[in-house]
């Protein structure tokens, strides 16, 4: 499930788009800057959201403090990971190192995805928790890491096994 050794796929974008090799990492890199600013101002807010939680005065009827902290961690850890690309790209700017920029901001934007899906399922398990019980939000936290696992997960593998061609016009 390497994403990078895609000699299939460079192959395919230079016979069906006529893309050089640069084309395609510029195409790659402007699609993957979309996708992170999908994410990072909710990222963000989430993160800001966490960290200002402790602060207010019925935190202290929180009952599930480690899950609190891991979901911070994880929310701090996904912020840094989906935010990465931009401190990479102003670090590499002009140094015509745009292999290494697509492929090292493709797995932060993966290793972010995973915290940021971990984080949302420890918000939660805190909300339900915090609403109607323990027991409520480890049933809640449960079902949305399998939502994650599965819409973020099985699906986009299952669609990438499938031989789907594009019809010749």
Partial sequence: MDADAAQRDQQ??????????LQRLD????????ELRVVQTG???????????PFQQRFDILTLHGVYLATVACSVG??????????MHRLLFRRHRLVVLV????RCAYAGLVLLGL??????VIIFDAVSGMAAGLIAG???LVLFALFWVLVPLSL??????LPDY
């Fill in 103 to 106: 492929s090292a901001a493709h």
């Fill in 78 to 87: 996904a912020t840094v990971l989906l935010i990465a690309p931009v401190g």
């Fill in 12 to 21: 395919w974008d230079h016979r069906q788009r006529r893309e050089t090799e």
């Fill in 27 to 34: 195409r790659n890199w402007n699609s993957l800057l979309q």
């Fill in 119 to 124: 984080a949302l399922t420890g918000v939660t």
């Fill in 142 to 144: 449960a079902c949305a």
């Fill in 160 to 165: 990438r096994t499938r031989d789907v061609r």
């Fill in 43 to 53: 990222v963000q807010l989430l993160t800001g959201f966490l960290l200002t939680l």
